[in-house]
C-alpha cells in the first residue's frame, strides 16, 4: 500500500534519477554496471520488489553453461542452425565476459566440464546423437576445439547408475548463484547506484520527456526506465510474449563419501541436471517436462508432483544411501515464450521503456550480453 514519502526520501532515495531499473536479478545488476561503466555520473535507482532477488538468480542450478548436445540438437531443429549458434555463440562470450566482471574465486566459478548423459533405454538416442557430435564440433570450431568428446568407458563417473554412454564438454563451468549476485549487488553499491528492496513497481507511465513509476512506495520519476523483470514481465511488459515457467530444485543432505563425479550434468535435452554442491552433496533439478502445464506458473512453492520425481530420479540414477534426506528443496521462475519457446528479448516498447526479458535456463551466461545490449540502448 502506497504512504506519503518523507521530505527526506523524496529527495533521497525517490528523488528523480537519470536511469532506474526494475528488477534486480543478475541482469538489472549487471545493467547498472554497464550503465555505469557508460555514464560515471548519471543517477541510476535499482528497485526490487523483495527483501532479496527473488526471481530465478538466487534460485537456479549455478551452471555456467554450452548446453548439452541433445539440447542444442532441439534448439537447431525449432530455431535453425543460425539462430541456434548466434545463442551458443553469446552463451560462450557471456560466460568470458562475466569473469571480467567478477573473479572466479569470488564466485566459487570452476571448470568442472559436463557431461550428457545416457541411461538405459536411450541407446538409439545416444548412437543418433554421437553420429552428430562431429557436425556440432565443427558448427562451433570457431568458439572452441573439440567441444564435445564421445566418452563411452564412464570411468569418471562412477557413481551414476545405469548410464550407457556419455558425451563430455571442458567448456562448463559452475558457480555459486548466491554468492554471484550478492557479489553484484556489492559492485553496484560501490559504484554509487542506490538499490531499494522491497518496492514493486505496479505500472509505468511515459510522461512528456520522462516515466513516471507507479510503485508500492509511491512514485518515482526517471528519465529512462528498464525492466528487467524476465519471467515477472506480464505486468510491465503485458504486450511481449514472455511467460512465467517455473524450475524447482533438490538438494540432498551431506553424503557419506564425497562425491566420486564432480561436474555439471544433464540428460533428456537438458530437460533434467545435476551437479555437485562441494565434494558430498547432490543438486538435482528439471523435470519440467512432466508438467508443461502445472509449471507454467509465476508461483514459487515446489509441487509434489516434480518434487516427487526428483526423488526418484535421485534413487534411479544415483549411488546414494537409500536412506538419502533431502535438505532443500526450491523453486524459481524462469521466462521463456508462451509455448516454452527459447531467445531472450531486448528492445524498447512504444512508450520507450528498455527491456531485457526472457532468459529462458541460461541466464547466467546470457545475462552479461543482455545488459551490454541494454546499456547500448542509452
Ligand atoms: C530452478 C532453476 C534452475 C536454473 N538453472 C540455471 C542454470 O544452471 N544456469 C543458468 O544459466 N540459468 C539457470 N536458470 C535460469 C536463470 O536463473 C535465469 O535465466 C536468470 O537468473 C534470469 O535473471 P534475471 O535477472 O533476468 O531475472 P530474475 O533473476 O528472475 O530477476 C528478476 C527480478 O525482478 C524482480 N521483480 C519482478 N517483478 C517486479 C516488479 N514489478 N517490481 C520490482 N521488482 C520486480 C524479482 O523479484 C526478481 O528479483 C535456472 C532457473 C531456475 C528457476
Redesign the pocket.
Known sequence: MSRPLSFWERESFFSESDVTI????????LSAIRIREKFPKASITI????PI?????????????FGSPTEILSDIQSMGEKEAYTLLAERWSGIKELLHIVKPYDVDFKFLGGYELFFKGDKKKYEETCSKIHYLNELLSDLANEVFLIDDDLDELEGIKNAIGAIYTPYEGQLH?GKLVLKLIQKVHSNGVIMISG????QIERSGDTHLLHTSMGDLKTKQAIV??????A??LPDLPVAPK????IVTEPLPSPLEWKSNLHWDEGFY?ARNIGDNRILL?GARNVDFTGESTDQMQTSDAIQNELESVLKKYFKVPASTAIEYRW?????FGPQNEKGYLVGKTDTEVIY??R?????????PIIAKKISEFL
Not at 53 to 65: E, Q
Open positions: 526494475v528488477g534486480s536479478g543478475i541482469t538489472g545488476l528497485l526490487e520488489r523483495s532477488p527473488f526471481g530465478a538468480s538466487t534460485r537456479n542450478a549455478g551452471f555456467a553453461c548463484s518496492v514493486e513497481v505496479h528487467c523483470t524476465n519471467g515477472l514481465s505486468t510491465l517455473r524450475g524447482q530444485v541436471y533439478g523453486a524459481g521462475i524462469m521466462g531485457g526479458v532468459l529462458s535456463g541460461m541466464g547466467i551466461a546470457l545475462a
